[in-house]
């Protein structure tokens, strides 16, 4: 990796004016991106943002409506991922994608080979594969045997050979898309140590990340996306960590806090409740407790284990370690069917892979949970059916020609209230709700969260306990009771209504962590 | 059973397809072979081409309601071929030793017992659907083979074991009648519980499934061994009809014809919705092609070089790459 | 003690070695039973017997290895059978023109397998189960009867023995099939192409970002099975000196076994085309030892190998399941 570019001043990749439209959807509006050799360019910006549309530009899969991209002061118009690395830009993704069955070395010299000479046979110079390998590894200070599979080394080894594959053909630019989710603090540590290394040597590095520490311990500059445009970019320096995540979040600071008026907390037992609820690679040890009649909201950024520490609550994803303890038992669930039957329910943030039934109809997608939950008999009539699905179409407002129409028809929102009717058929006495109303206009949000409010605040006491995750800040501390922090996988903090207002709590988010 | 689309066009509706298949292939067959269409009756019996379609097409639909389950969940078994050899050969190597009754359910026994190895394979163990029946396929026949010790195996007697698979009701053979009451049983079962929904939710998406409270392993298992039962069943025909087994030719080539039988009613190999009544038109459209090829005169072997045709068409027009293409 | 099972378990060649171990156990166990076994003609046989089931398997090998499956292997074999004996007995073609043409076509027609399952996406089983229909329909549409096959040069390589040392010998069909296991030996290992092969079975996803040509190599593959099957054909015919529609029924199913038993997992990326060879053994040994017993009917072979199906398919499941979670 020579420092090709003669003038460090200049960058290497400008983008200025990219759009992007999909039916229906603008992803990209107008955005700039400068990429300056010997430099750590963070790209940040919450779910939504564009990012990972922009990358696809970056990298020729996806072609800009309008914009130009130039390398070097030469205009390039990438088609294919191919035409990309060509160029020199090379990416590296969360999910490590190389062949697991492959040896390190092979996965580094894959589709160029170093090969013996003709009148010898013209094979692949397998001595020469596995010196190859070694160079380039050492070049990152990585000493491990090549000849073995890759399956065999942990997650951030197989990473650090992802990026040894990206670098070995000379590279003008390193796109690292979110590398480091997976990963523990010591291996990211190692990778930084990697990166730096890279930089100082001339590389221009792209670095999407949503970790904010991470970003503060390596980048040089950072640029900040939301809703398909750039907000800006600023030079890691002079940027602090609050006025980042305002910038992410996208409350202007000057706008009325969102006052919440008190409501006498919930008392009494917990119906569920977890101790040291924790996932390798997910979730950190966290505590919680769920009462009925109260609404517990998750706040923090993306990446910070609010979905996956729903998805441990409801036995999606298996813990490796803490207790739930829910009805008088403790244990850990093994499956979803048993957190159901314990009368818990989870309506996931992902509609698509993981809620919607897309060929099935509004009413059985509807049915679907309580029907799951009752076994193979069928639970109502026909009539009864009917009925109970035209009621939450009626009460949650899901626009649909009849309830016979396949919910695929349906609008993003619409098909998110049918999932939510899902879930409330089976009245539950603890709902998890991840990003309820994503997708769904402004004026019907109020509605909605104002109708799942009701369902915790009955007057009777026999309201449910609810989580409500979000990542739109001022929505969580308009329906919650008490809102969790959690940043960086952890918890960082509990509070109730009324100490809370939105700075406060992007303060909590965007606080330094203390020596622990 | 499918759902009813909203669109008033009767095209729209999923066994449009499928039954002006069936019409237009009856359509040829009567102006290509006369006489085609013609019934009569004769002691008592309905005889007729038509009659013989829906007899021989029997068993084939029979595999096909189960094949449809499996294939919903977007499993295949290929085994069946081997079952219906298995539980005819079974039926006939007791039948002599100790009755009817006891050589019938003896047959649906080991059927059963093939069902339910093959759910555990793709249930429990999680083997892919094509390995873990292919074991059973190629064992399967192996232990047909061993029962009748190499031998076609011929039963003369009991007159009632003959019943099943030639015997006559009420003018039409006693063999529709079992396929009608087999599929309205099933029909039954899909719409008066929840199975039918649970076998498609779990097609669709089955993570989805999953997070939503439903049984997977036990909605997979299910469906291996109802296959594996309707199998059986249509050997224990087969066997009733040819009055002997034949480990080695029965239920041969049995899979590609049920799978056949499934996209031609419509049913997608990716797993999801399926229509019961569009596999037993699908089952009948290749009895139909049969049987109009042998009534022309031409070898009986072109209808594998067309089966194989048909096959590529249907897989073709069905697979994604072939839409995106046509809607570009 | 565990830690070493582990390292044991989880190397590429495990399920390799356990075939060649049973391999050995089962010559041992014939030759400790049977007198007249334990010589070099016994296993010089067995090669000669099934030289052209190890042709297929060394292509079905390419196949599974890739992520793939081909089932049209047999019906290819019976239709290149029935295309040889027709052209040289109907049509008095010169051997020398038939065999190159038959080899082409069968490449041909796994090379079009292979564009239909890469082009529309389709699971490589449900079309070659229709290529095993299309092939063996387009049999018996040109002989329902079989035709025996008299050209020179076959009878000639049917009846010629290869001699080797200590009066031992093999026939030019199982030195065919020798070569062939070398040259699949040789491509899997030092060419691009066989390489590629073993990332497709990895992970298709990721060998296409990795930007290797995917496409080319998985028509590539189905053309090398159709390529192996219609000379496994060419070496059946010479055996069998006809062409006949029922050649080689179920040689697919045997062709997969073996693959499987010499230690490739199914779901591809793991394996060893030299694995080929000892699976064929082991299911030539199987055989042989069946009949040699003469006790049991010959019906047991399938049931073995259907048991030794199993045990091998779920051996490779617990232990990717182990990896996964260890």
């Known amino acids: ?388 699905a035209d009621d939450y179409i009626q009460r949650l407002g899901i626009k649909t020609a009849s309830a016979d129409t396949p919910i695929g028809q349906l609008s993003g929102g619409n098909q998110q209230k049918a999932l939510l009717a899902r879930w409330l058929a089976t009245e539950p006495a603890v709902l998890i709700l991840d990003e309820p109303t994503r997708g769904i206009d402004v004026r019907a949000k109020e509605d909605l969260m104002d109708a799942v409010r009701a369902l915790a605040h009955k007057a009777d006491g026999s309201g449910m306990a609810l989580l409500f995750i979000s990542s739109e800040l001022p929505e969580v501390l308009h329906c919650s009771d008490r809102v969790l922090v959690m940043r960086d996988r952890r918890a960082a903090g509990t509070y109730a209504r009324g100490e809370l207002d939105e700075r406060s709590v992007l303060e909590v988010i965007a606080a330094e962590p203390t020596a622990a | 059973m499918s759902t009813r689309p909203t669109g008033p066009k009767a095209w729209h509706h999923p066994l449009a397809r499928p039954l002006a298949a069936l019409i237009l292939l009856l359509a040829v067959a009567a102006v290509s072979v006369p006489g085609f269409l013609h019934l009569e009756i004769k002691d008592g019996h309905l005889y007729g081409n038509l009659v013989d379609i829906l007899h021989r097409a029997a068993p084939l639909m029979l595999a096909a309601l189960g094949m449809t389950l499996v294939i919903a969940t977007r499993g295949i078994d290929v085994s069946v071929g081997a079952v219906v050899a298995i539980a005819g050969t079974v039926a006939c190597a007791l039948v002599s030793t100790y009755g009817v009754a006891v050589a019938f359910a003896a047959a649906l026994g080991a059927a059963l017992l093939c069902g339910l190895w093959n759910g555990l394979l793709v249930s429990a163990l999680g083997l892919q659907p094509i390995i873990a029946t292919l074991i059973l396929m190629v064992a399967g026949r192996g232990l047909a083979q061993l029962i009748t010790d190499g031998q076609i195996l011929t039963v003369y007697e009991p007159a009632s074991f003959f019943w099943l698979g030639g015997g006559w009701l ?157 809607k570009a | 003690m565990s830690q070493r099972l582990r390292a044991l378990t989880g190397a590429p060649a495990f399920t390799t070695w356990v075939s060649v171990a049973l391999m050995a156990l089962l010559f041992i166990a014939g030759a400790a039973s049977y007198t007249g076994f334990a010589s070099l003609q016994v296993v010089l046989n067995l090669l000669i017997d099934n030289a052209f089931l190890l042709v297929i398997a060394v292509g079905m090998s390419f196949v599974i290895l890739s992520g793939g499956i081909d089932l049209s292997v047999g019906s290819v074999l019976a239709l290149t059978t029935m295309v040889a004996a027709w052209l040289l007995q109907v049509a008095h073609w010169p051997a020398e023109a038939v065999i190159p043409l038959v080899l082409l076509g069968g490449a041909l027609f796994g090379a079009l397998q292979g564009l239909v399952i890469h082009v529309f996406r389709l699971q490589p089983f449900i079309v070659t189960l229709a290529g095993m229909f299309l092939a063996r329909g387009l049999c018996f549409l040109i002989s329902v009867d079989s035709i025996t096959i008299d050209a020179p040069l076959f009878v000639a390589l049917s009846q010629t023995q290869i001699p080797l040392f200590g009066g031992a010998f093999l026939s030019p069909g199982a030195v065919i099939a020798l070569a062939v296991l070398a040259a699949g030996v040789w491509a899997a290992q030092a060419t691009a192409f066989g390489r590629t092969v073993y ?35 060419l070496l059946f015919a010479f055996y069998m000196l006809s062409g006949y529609g029922q050649h080689g029924q179920g040689v697919e199913l045997d062709a997969i076994a073996a693959v499987v038993i010499g230690g490739t997992v199914l779901t591809g990326g793991y394996g060893y085309v030299a694995g080929a060879l000892s699976g064929v053994l082991v299911l030539g040994l199987i055989q042989t030892l069946i009949a040699f017993d003469g006790t049991l009917s010959s019906w047991w072979t399938k049931i073995v190998i259907g048991a030794l199906l199993f045990v091998f398919c779920a051996v490779q499941r617990l232990l990717s399941l182990k990896k996964a979670h260890p």
């Open chain 1, 1 to 388: 990796m020579r420092a090709m570019n003669p003038d460090p001043s200049a960058p290497v990749l400008d983008l200025s004016g990219i759009h992007k439209a999909f039916p229906g959807v603008k992803a990209l509006s107008d955005v700039r991106l400068r990429l300056f050799p010997g430099e750590v360019h963070a790209l940040m910006g919450q779910n939504g943002a564009g990012k990972s549309t922009l990358i696809k530009v970056l990298t020729g899969l996806y072609t800009p409506d309008a914009g130009s991209i130039t390398l070097d002061g030469q205009p390039i118009a990438p088609k294919r991922t191919e035409d990309a690395q060509a160029l020199g830009i090379r990416t590296v993704y969360q999910e490590v994608n190389l062949c697991p069955n492959l040896s390190v070395a092979e996965n580094i010299c894959a589709g160029r080979f170093p090969r013996t000479p003709w009148w010898s046979g013209g094979r692949i110079d397998w001595p020469a594969v596995h010196a190859e390998a070694r160079r380039v590894l050492g070049q990152m200070d990585l000493d491990i045997d090549v000849t073995q599979p890759l399956s065999r080394y942990s997650l951030s080894i197989q990473q650090m050979v992802a990026i040894a594959r990206a670098l070995r053909i000379s590279a003008r630019v390193l796109i690292l898309d979110e590398p480091t989710s997976s990963l523990d603090d010591a291996a990211v540590q190692r990778l930084f140590t990697v990166l730096r290394r890279l930089r100082d040597q001339g590389l221009a590095i792209l670095f999407v990340t949503h970790f904010l520490d991470q970003t503060y311990a390596l980048a040089d500059r950072i640029t900040i996306m939301r809703n398909g445009e750039t907000e800006g970019e600023y030079l890691a320096a002079d940027l602090s960590r609050l006025a980042l995540v305002n910038k992410m979040v996208g409350a202007p600071p000057d706008q009325q806090p969102t006052r919440l008026d008190s409501q006498a907390p919930a008392t009494g037992e917990p119906v569920l409740r977890a101790t040291g609820l924790a996932r390798q690679g997910a979730l950190q040890p966290l505590d919680l407790a769920l009462r009925r009649g109260e609404v517990l909201g998750l706040a923090g950024l993306l990446g910070s284990g609010r979905t996956e520490a729903a998805r441990l609550l409801f036995g999606a994803d298996t813990a490796d370690a803490g207790e739930l303890h829910v009805g008088g038992r403790s244990g850990r669930w093994r499956s979803p069917r048993e957190a159901i039957a314990a009368g818990l329910a989870f309506c996931s943030e992902d509609r698509k892979h993981e809620g919607a039934i897309l060929d099935l109809s509004v009413r059985d997608n509807i049915l679907l949970a309580l029907q799951a939950r009752a076994g193979l008999r069928l639970v109502l009539s026909r009539e009864q059916q009917q009925a109970l």
């Open chain 2, 170 to 326: 009420l003018g039409l053979p006693v063999s529709l009648f079992v396929v009608a009451t087999v599929a309205g049983l099933t029909a039954l079962l899909m719409r008066r519980t929840a199975l039918g929904l649970f076998i498609q939710t779990v097609g669709i998406n089955p993570v989805a499934a999953r997070l939503a409270g439903v049984h997977t392993a036990a909605i997979v298992f299910f469906v291996y061994v109802y296959c594996s039962l309707g199998a059986g069943l249509a050997g224990l025909m087969v066997a009733s009809n040819i009055k002997s087994a034949d480990a080695n030719n029965a239920g041969l080539l049995l899979e590609l014809d049920a799978i056949l039988a499934v996209t031609l009613g419509g049913g997608q190999l990716s797993g999801g919705k399926f229509s019961l009544l569009g596999s037993l038109i699908g089952a009948l459209i290749i009895q139909t092609l049969t049987s109009t090829i042998y009534a022309l005169g031409v070898p009986p072997q072109v209808t594998m070089v067309v089966k194989a045709v048909v096959v590529f068409a249907v897989c073709i027009s069905q697979s994604s790459a072939w839409s995106s293409w046509r």
């Open chain 3, 199 to 233: 990332a497709l079975g990895g992970n298709e996803t990721s060998a296409l970002m990795m930007g290797l040509p995917v496409g080319r190599t998985k028509v590539a593959v189905y053309a090398l099975s159709g390529g192996c099957a219609s000379l496994a054909g």
